[in-house]
């Protein structure tokens, strides 16, 4: 009996030796992921948004031409390190324990790359990670610490921290190249994130860039001036306003006043202070470019809706100047893959952890689940398979990336994670039972721009928001007022939809296991959490 026993091992493993020797690298793709931080899809030329003719992204487009390009791609909480975690883990933010930005990843939890590691395939991170905890299920691994900077950045490694010189972009583009060139192990299929900062806050452009885009004025998006008077409260009471928010030096290269003190300033210091790190020449490049542009706007003493509009330009050109340094590095990296035969069995796929305010309703930042910071840009090349040039209209989410990498690789995917692999879109099917509905839950708050916890559902028409501690709702009909300046809640005509999609919104909480408190708060909560604003 024991003989046997011992056999029917051994015949298992020579057999079971042979399948994995025979599926690998031939068989089973390459998947490069590039993702970046905070790049609307608006901001994208593929995507045809109202940015368009800036078109500040001629090679993701060209991926786009070569790929597909999901339309209806969402993430479930707009925030950049839970959106990471839910990427990783093919679960919800409830879930996976990111919940918010002030969290640590547990990184002892299941993920998809310790899952492809035992698929046999190499994984490989390079750039942003934004989780705290140090990355697991990586074979290869450079990370930024937290927000990271764009000029020299500090960097990570398994032996320690270390400065790189140049612009953050361009090197972690390098170190993937690298990695791909001399790090990785040829015979096996490879997944590299290739994770970006830009075009995150505060917008720091490299040096070749800092003057693109000063011969022309960016197109305002039509929301600019959005009074927010048929929103529920919470719109009213945020802080991620262009015109009363944006700082004039922090976020928007003013030359600072000796007694400018950083500290008196919201949120991440880091994009201040990078200045700092800048060797002479680059101080010297920023001085020159910025320098006459900051004269001018101190002489034209701006108010009012000018001050405004001066404001979103000077946004727009910086945060889509470092969305050229990135287009131009997805260029560098297609051509890598060319010039070394890899494209023709690598997957690429660009995406970003969220979308983007880039004026919208006044806005910048994310949080919100109205559309602008809702969508994530997807896009996926994968030759032979994906269509060039196909449009999908099916509702994804990041939700569903883990279960698509694993299911691209071979592997198994787990039943507790709660998503759905994205493979047979990207075959050109369109499966029956595929979602109607995506779940979206949103918790960071009181914090940094003061947008209220809210959950809601969105369909392929409508949208329900539940502001549950205010005990506020809105709800929109996408066809008939994409930009949401409408909010339909108290329609007697939407009634039907509206206690149909609460329904649905209630099945969905507990389809993905979110038993939160969505109770409302107190009077005197809401009076005191308002009061607590301008959030430091
Ligand atoms: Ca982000």
Redesign the pocket.
């Known amino acids: 009996m024991k003989r046997r026993n011992f056999t029917w091992v051994l015949l298992s493993a020579l057999f079971l030796g042979s399948m994995s020797l025979t599926a690998s690298a031939a068989d089973r793709p390459n998947i490069l992921f590039i993702f970046t ?2 790049h609307a899809p608006h901001a994208i030329g593929a995507y045809d948004g109202w940015l368009k003719d800036v078109n500040p992204t001629p090679e993701i487009d060209k991926l786009a031409a070569e790929g597909m390009l999901f339309q209806n791609s969402f993430c479930t909480n707009s ?2 390190g839970p ?1 990471r975690a839910v990427i990783l883990t093919g679960k919800h933010s409830h879930l996976n324990g990111f919940m918010h930005n002030g969290n640590s990843f547990d990184s002892s939890q299941q993920t998809f790359p310790k899952l492809l590691q035992k698929a046999g395939y190499q994984t490989g991170i390079v750039g942003k990670w934004h989780l705290k905890s140090q990355p697991t299920g990586f074979d290869f691994w450079t990370v930024l610490p937290g927000q990271g900077s764009y000029y020299n950045p500090m960097m990570i490694t398994p032996e320690g921290r270390k400065r790189f010189p140049g612009y953050c972009t361009d090197i972690v583009t390098d170190m993937a190249i690298d990695w791909l060139e001399e790090g990785r192990d040829p015979d096996k299929p490879f997944i590299l994130m290739c994770q970006h900062k830009a075009p ?1 806050r505060t917008w720091m452009p490299a040096p070749r860039h800092l003057t693109l885009y000063d011969d022309m004025t960016m197109p305002e998006p039509k929301t600019l001036f959005d009074d927010y008077a048929d929103n529920a409260s919470p719109a009213r009471y945020q802080e991620l306003e262009i015109d009363r928010h944006m700082g004039l030096v922090y976020d928007l290269k003013m030359t600072p006043a000796e007694d400018f003190d950083a500290s008196k300033v919201p949120g991440d210091k880091s994009g201040f202070k990078n200045l700092d790190d800048m060797t002479p020449e680059q101080r010297a490049e920023w001085d020159a470019a910025y320098g006459p542009k900051n004269e001018a706007f101190l002489k034209a003493n701006l108010k009012g809706k000018d001050l405004v509009r001066w404001k979103y330009q000077r946004y727009a050109k910086d945060y889509l100047r470092c969305v050229k340094g990135v287009d131009e590095n997805v260029g560098r990296l297609m051509a890598y893959l060319k010039e070394t035969g890899l494209d023709k069995n690598t997957i690429v796929i660009y995406s ?3 979308g983007f305010y880039i004026g919208d309703h006044g806005w910048y930042d ?1 949080r919100w689940m109205y559309e602008e910071s809702l969508k994530m840009p997807l896009i996926v090349k994968w030759p032979g398979v994906t269509k060039p040039g196909s449009v999908n209209q099916e509702l994804v989410q990041n939700l569903d990336y883990a279960e698509t990498f694993l299911d691209i690789a071979g592997a198994e995917i787990p039943s507790d994670m709660q998503g759905r692999s994205l493979v047979p879109l990207l075959k050109g099917k369109h499966p029956k039972n595929w979602r109607t509905a995506i779940y979206y839950h949103y918790y960071e708050y009181p914090s940094v721009h003061m947008v209220a916890q809210h959950n809601g559902i969105r369909t392929d028409r409508y949208k329900l928001i539940n502001f549950y501690q205010f005990g506020e709702w809105e709800f929109y009909d996408l066809k008939v007022d994409p930009d949401e300046l409408t909010n339909e809640y108290n329609n007697p005509e939407y009634a039907d939809i509206v206690a149909d999609l609460k329904e649905q919104l209630k099945s969905l909480e507990e389809k993905y296991k979110d038993d939160s408190d969505l109770s409302e708060k107190s009077e005197q909560w809401k009076k005191e959490v308002r009061a607590s604003g301008d959030y430091h």
């Open positions: 931080d905070d925030i950049c959106s995150h970003s952890d969220q994310k």
